[in-house]
């Protein structure tokens, strides 16, 4: 008969080697606490390596705590005003990562994003961190300590840190583990939503739309209740099944089943503006003449084509431009969570102390990064709240 692994004894154990997961190794070791660092991947860092393209959008620098979703929004203050993007910025530019800015505040490596997770496992190992790849944790357990059993071995911890992310993108070894894990532990869970997701068009929606699939377009998108509602000026993309490009990613983290979206195709401008002119050429083609100037050639054609007054009065061209500015689309529901960046909803913060990441029932027991109901827009947010979460929690380990 088998015997059972040795249980080893370590300060520390942190399920999850992703990107909070790390950092919070990085600062726990480097205090000198022992920290075992699980995660059943065959990789460390999976989900930073395709993240931005492959290039790592790490940061932004413009991050906000207005710039989070949560039940709770004031939770993620604390740990963003203890690490900061310039703090990140400061241990990649020792690292001598080259990195550049593309827009609206988003920074990025110029080469791999491999250059991040080869910084973090460079910090991990300086500061003593035990890493272990493929460890399939079966239980995690308390009574004077922790202990965590995985397929192959066994640890006693006075502190368990639970970075194991959310449900999103599954192909990469996403699973609700975390979660399952908290309500283990008799906390609360903020129920969970595919978040930074295309959104899929109704049937009648699709058969108007989707033919226009690739046409890009700069637009304002608003969606959500009044109280949480999101509003973004960034591109729009129509897909074979919907709408994406970061203007939808970044509104689908609002919306709810059944809810509307208001998008904008011509923000700020007056497209019908040259038809109120005296001796205009007001029809079809003096419309599709004036939309084409901000819109591209086929979205303006069709836009006529399907919103063709009955007769061209000033009072017409004035809903005309009303619709333009005020295109309400019902989606059918998204992507899922095979296409979303991020899992919206989690961990109740209301269970955990804002300033060190810890359950406010369970001492010792710790969540961090996406598994928490914390969660960022689109462009280097969510990276900021894992980094400055991850920190947080190693200060207190």
Known sequence: MATKPNVQKVDVVILGAGAAGMMCAIEAGKRGRRVVLLDHAE????KILISGGGRCNFTNIHCRPENFLSANPHFAKSALARFTPSDIIAMIERHGIRYHEKTLGQLFCDRSAMD???MLERECTDAGVQTIISAKVTSVTREEHFL???TN???QAEAVVVATGGLSIPKMGATGFGYSLAEQFGLRIVECK????PLIFSAEDREQWC???????EVVTSGGAKRTRGTFREKLLITHRGLSGPAILQVSSYWQPGETVAIDLAPSVDLMAPLRLRNARRDVAGAVAALRSVLPARLAERWVAINTPDNWTNASLDAMEQRLHTWQVTPAGTEG???AEVTVGGVDTAELD???MQSRKVPGLYFIGEVVDVTGWLGGYNFQWAWASGYSAGLAV
Do not use: C, E
């Not at 990789?43 to 999976?46: D, E, H, Y």
């Not at 595919?194 to 997701?197: F, I, K, R």
């Not at 033919?211 to 377009?217: F, I, K, M, Q, R």
């Open 337 to 339: 969570y095979a296409k």
């Open 153 to 155: 071995s066994s640890w």
């Open 194 to 197: 595919p978040g930074l997701v």
């Open 148 to 150: 965590i059993q995985t």
């Open 211 to 217: 033919d226009l699939a690739g046409v890009s377009v």
């Open 354 to 356: 804002a300033k060190t």
């Open 43 to 46: 990789q460390v860092g999976k």
């Open 116 to 118: 991040i997770v080869t």
